[in-house]
């Protein structure tokens, strides 16, 4: 599998509508709604669907993401809902960014389907910047939604498993709180179709 550019999303986001829409993931409301309101990192944001509903429960979030136009339809979002001065936006990728704010109380991945060993930097680098006693939230197209779910990617090397991203903190300071395989949903021209999403939520010691 080569490696996905941020020309190849540029020219995936340039369409009017908001290809993952503007409704915030599920997961994302269940597992951060507990989380107190501080400052936060969404790594690989895209449109900002999660960016804005944080902003709008209390958040300063920053959206690092490597394609310009994804950010610019994340801007307008956050102008449209009034939010533009708790939303902030970087291009960068997620295995060399450097965030506008280097200290953060949650750092959130959704859906960040990359090779294994680049999925680990980009945690662990993500990681580094969560403060003591802050959260680390993450949501992924499990690897067993390929005998078991429908959509998402189809190659093995993007699909995480609970043991990898326990291994993935390990030596990084953080507990897990939660790393399991949850039932999720994909909306198709046929409707609902059941999919198979793994969610990480672990808590930086001190």
């Given at each position: 599998?080569?490696?996905?550019?941020?020309?190849?999303?540029d020219?995936?986001?340039?369409?009017?509508?908001f290809?993952?829409?503007?409704?915030?993931?599920?997961?994302?409301?269940?597992?951060?709604?507990?989380?107190?309101?501080?400052?936060?990192?969404?790594?690989a944001?895209?449109?900002?669907?999660?960016?804005?509903?944080?902003?709008?429960?209390?958040?300063?979030?920053?959206?690092?993401?490597?394609?310009?136009?994804?950010?610019?339809?994340y801007?307008e979002?956050?102008?449209?809902?009034?939010?533009?001065?708790?939303?902030?936006?970087?291009?960068?990728?997620?295995?060399?960014?450097?965030p506008?704010?280097?200290?953060?109380?949650?750092g959130?991945i959704?859906?960040?389907?990359i090779p294994?060993?680049?999925?680990?930097?980009?945690?662990?680098?993500?990681?580094?910047h969560?403060?003591p006693?802050?959260?680390?939230?993450?949501?992924?197209?499990?690897r067993a939604?390929l005998?078991?779910?429908?959509?998402?990617p189809?190659?093995?090397?993007?699909?995480?498993?609970?043991?990898f991203l326990?291994?993935?903190?390990?030596g990084?300071?953080?507990?897990?709180?939660?790393?399991?395989?949850?039932?999720?949903?994909i909306q198709?021209?046929?409707?609902?179709?059941?999919?198979?999403?793994?969610?990480l939520?672990?808590?930086k010691?001190?």
């Amino acid at each position: 599998m080569g490696k996905v550019t941020a020309d190849y999303w540029d020219k995936k986001y340039e369409v009017d509508e908001f290809i993952y829409t503007k409704i915030e993931n599920r997961f994302v409301v269940e597992y951060c709604s507990p989380l107190k309101p501080g400052r936060a990192i969404d790594l690989a944001g895209g449109e900002g669907r999660n960016s804005v509903w944080l902003a709008k429960k209390g958040w300063t979030v920053e959206n690092i993401d490597f394609s310009p136009v994804a950010l610019k339809k994340y801007a307008e979002y956050a102008e449209e809902s009034g939010l533009a001065s708790s939303c902030l936006a970087t291009v960068a990728d997620a295995l060399e960014f450097v965030p506008q704010q280097s200290q953060v109380e949650l750092g959130l991945i959704g859906y960040l389907q990359i090779p294994s060993g680049d999925l680990k930097k980009a945690i662990r680098r993500l990681g580094k910047h969560v403060v003591p006693g802050g959260h680390l939230f993450g949501v992924w197209h499990a690897r067993a939604n390929l005998a078991g779910g429908f959509g998402g990617p189809r190659d093995p090397r993007v699909l995480p498993t609970v043991g990898f991203l326990n291994r993935a903190l390990w030596g990084q300071g953080f507990d897990v709180i939660e790393c399991t395989l949850r039932d999720g949903q994909i909306q198709s021209k046929e409707g609902l179709k059941p999919s198979i999403t793994v969610v990480l939520l672990a808590r930086k010691r001190g």
